[in-house]
């Protein structure tokens, strides 16, 4: 598997903590250079964020004709009164909560979704349901986009990621608090199906992306 390593996005010395923070998604990078190359004659891609995505976030992506659709799956699993308890890791009870969050099958499949800074926050046993309705709402050939951590420890709540109109990341720091599952590529492949993994990065933030495509 190809694996780069990919820092901060270099600047002058003299930068504020903000402009410090940003980097480059080079699964993102390639993930919107594709489908931009094969996308639709009558509009842009469609992208789905499970996440909490920043208002600056919609607006680049919409300067460029795309349109976001936003699920904050945690969010919304914990505000359904349910929580992250143990009883989410199995399917009967995880698969009923994600889809009532997730947007219908009748809405047009996507063509990249955004799964950053995610599953770790999930129980491991979670990920084959969470990519079965995932696969229902992409056809053959999009993109997932995940992060996963390899360091020990990680901030208590996922990470805000702002998406500005370069493409360019503007990530919210957060004090490594709680211990990190460090995901295996093995183990997220296994669980991912019908999804492969297609590149890998390793990110000095202490994030791993894996840039994921749909097979048949």
Request: aromatic share 6%.
């Amino acid at each position: 598997m190809f694996s780069k390593l990919f820092g901060r996005s270099e600047g002058n010395q003299g930068s504020s903590l903000d402009e410090e923070e940003r980097r480059r998604s080079p699964a993102l990078d390639e993930a919107i250079a594709y489908g931009e190359a094969h996308q639709p004659e009558d509009g842009g891609l469609t992208l789905l964020d499970l996440g909490a995505a920043h208002g600056t976030s919609l607006e680049s992506f919409g300067r460029r004709g795309h349109r976001i659709h936003v699920c904050d799956l945690l969010g919304g699993l914990r505000r359904d009164g349910g929580g992250l308890g143990p009883d989410l890791a199995t399917p009967e009870v995880f698969g009923p909560r994600t889809e009532e969050l997730l947007p219908d099958l009748k809405t047009p499949k996507f063509h990249i979704g955004l799964l950053w800074d995610l599953l770790d926050y999930l129980p491991p046993e979670t990920f084959p349901t969470l990519f079965q309705l995932l696969a229902q709402r992409m056809d053959e050939g999009s993109h997932l986009i995940i992060q996963v951590g390899y360091q020990r420890k990680m901030p208590a709540q996922p990470r805000m990621q702002e998406v500005m109109e370069d493409l360019s990341l503007r990530v919210q720091s957060g004090e490594p608090q709680i211990s990190c599952p460090r995901h295996r590529e093995t183990q997220i492949g296994r669980s991912a199906t019908p999804f492969r993994v297609e590149r890998s990065f390793l990110c000095k933030n202490g994030l791993m992306e894996y840039l994921m495509v749909r097979g048949s």
